[in-house]
């Protein structure tokens, strides 16, 4: 079975302070895809960044960073001079591909106060 | 690309009544599709995977008497919430995937309808 774990419920720091949101996971596939989604309260899922088992390459979009480390199992996601239009909940998610749903955490809910 | 739509985006119905929630894909067939189930500050709870033309798989603890969901076409497929209870209010999010195609791990999300019963 699949899990994902946030750790942190609640987070909430000042505006432009940065923010390192927590993610660890479970799986026994050999090739998944691990996932970071923002809703706002509007509730739409906004997607922000897919990464493959295969590729632990950290990756940097404009004031966001993920750092994917197999070793840990986890999937941590980094808001650097962080802005109150970034508050929102925020999910982790896992999936092996092909007909499997996405696994998701618990989400943490940011709130950046101005 | 890749736009999938829900309708309605918000239902209120009285208890005991059916509900019919819609899940198209705009611009690509999707030949998986996938529902979720949010309540209030929680997370999504995946419900069930439907395939075209074929029965939905339902998740453990998910009564499949009681959602509904059929996909009859490539680019539709419905979650019918059978003689709602005010337990059943919740936000229900459906995704597609399109497993013709290359990305085999890609999945496109609806905009979510919330719903209520009262």
């Known amino acids: 079975a699949q899990k994902v774990t946030q750790a942190q419920t609640e987070i909430s720091v000042v505006e432009k302070e940065d923010v390192t949101l927590d993610c660890v996971y479970e799986?026994?596939?050999?090739?998944?895809?691990l996932f970071w989604y923002k809703q706002p309260p509007s509730g739409e899922l906004v997607f922000l960044i897919r990464r493959n088992s295969f590729d632990e390459q950290n990756e940097i979009s404009g004031r966001y960073s993920w750092n994917f480390q197999k070793s840990t199992s986890s999937f941590n996601f980094t808001i650097t001079a962080s802005q109150v239009v970034d508050s929102a909940v925020y999910f982790c998610?896992?999936?092996?591909?092909?007909?499997?749903?996405?696994?998701f955490g618990k989400g943490t809910h940011l709130i950046i106060q101005p | 690309g890749a736009v999938v739509s829900q309708h309605p985006s918000w239902v209120i119905c009285k208890s005991g009544t059916s509900v019919k929630i819609e899940c198209r894909s705009l611009?690509?067939?999707?030949?998986?599709m996938f529902w979720y189930r949010q309540f209030p500050k929680q997370s999504l709870m995946l419900m069930a995977t439907?395939?075209?033309?074929?029965?939905?798989?339902?998740e453990q603890g998910v009564e499949k008497d009681k959602f509904l969901i059929n996909h009859a076409s490539l680019t539709l497929s419905t979650l019918t919430v059978t003689s709602a209870h005010p337990e059943d209010s919740s936000f229900y999010i459906c995704?597609?995937?399109?497993?013709?195609?290359?990305?085999?791990?890609?999945?496109?999300f609806g905009p979510g309808t919330r719903l209520t019963v009262t």
């Open positions: 998610a896992l999936t092996g591909g092909g007909a499997d749903g996405l696994t």
């Open positions: 799986t026994r596939d050999t090739t998944y895809y």
């Open positions: 995704s597609a995937r399109d497993l013709k195609g290359l990305a085999l791990y890609e999945q496109y």
């Open positions: 439907s395939n075209e033309g074929s029965k939905a798989t339902y």
């Open positions: 611009d690509f067939q999707a030949t998986t």
